[in-house]
T-cell receptor, first 113, second 115 residues
Framework: QQQVKQSPQSLIVQKGGISIINCAYE??????FPWYQQFPGKGPALLIA?????SEKKEGRFTISFNKSAKQFSLHIMDSQPGDSATYFC????????????FGSGTRLLVRP | DTEVTQTPKHLVMGMTNKKSLKCEQH?????MYWYKQKAKKPPELMFV???????INESVPSRFSPECPNSSLLNLHLHALQPEDSALYLC??????????????FGPGTRLTVL
């Protein structure tokens, strides 16, 4: 119930293409869903986050789509760039648990020039 | 200042050594976290401090000892570690209010190697 399942494990996209990463959860008590980007040797950086009362949130080239009934959410990276090549983690948290982040397993994205 | 700083960046220690990791934030956040991250894996929560009090300990071995001396500072004291404890140790803090209520900001981490 505490797991967040993330797919794909790795993704190769051409420059200018759309990168799509998917996550699914079981625990309906989760009320916060962030996405983090991590470059090698660095700490995770918050990209974008959503709450379950919103179905979509867009910030620049990054969009989260949220399907509460299916218990799924996804990250879309539009016009993908080589600088987007990194590992992406989805996560989920609940307010009554100190917002402890439960991370997905990660997706290694490579954007080819 | 929207930064979480961690020192040292790298640490190599023997199994009999005692060392400490330090984390600092000046964003007024009242929740601070320690995570451990092994290569090609997601971060795993170790400890959570809320208002300088330990609120979550994820069954971490006693060779890891956290300390929160004040609202801006978080330490992780290390003693008698094992080689399998080698990892990237990440500190994070969470904003307490407003639109960014839930956002956790991570530091750059300390790369720990136990010989």
């Amino acid at each position: 119930q505490q797991q967040v399942k993330q797919s794909p494990q790795s993704l190769i996209v051409q420059k200018g293409g759309i990168s799509i990463i998917n996550c699914a959860y079981e625990n309906t008590a989760f009320d916060y869903f962030p996405w983090y980007q991590q470059f090698p040797g660095k700490g995770p950086a918050l990209l974008i986050a959503i709450r379950p009362d919103v179905s979509e949130k867009k910030e620049g080239r990054f969009t989260i789509s949220f399907n509460k009934s299916a218990k799924q959410f996804s990250l879309h990276i539009m016009d993908s760039q080589p600088g987007d090549s990194a590992t992406y983690f989805c996560a989920a948290a609940r307010g009554d648990s100190s917002y402890k982040l439960i991370f997905g397993s990660g997706t290694r994205l490579l954007v080819r020039p | 200042d929207t930064e979480v700083t961690q020192t040292p960046k790298h640490l190599v220690m023997g199994m009999t050594n005692k060392k400490s990791l330090k984390c600092e934030q000046h964003m007024g956040h009242r929740a601070m976290y320690w995570y451990k991250q092994k290569a090609k894996k997601p971060p795993e929560l170790m400890f959570v401090y809320s208002y300088e009090k330990l609120s979550i300990n994820e069954s971490v071995p006693s060779r890891f000892s956290p300390e929160c001396p004040n609202s801006s500072l978080l330490n992780l004291h290390l003693h008698a570690l094992q080689p399998e404890d080698s990892a990237l140790y990440l500190c994070a803090s969470r904003s307490p209010r407003g639109d960014s209520y839930n956002e956790q900001f991570f530091g750059p981490g300390t790369r720990l190697t136990v010989l």
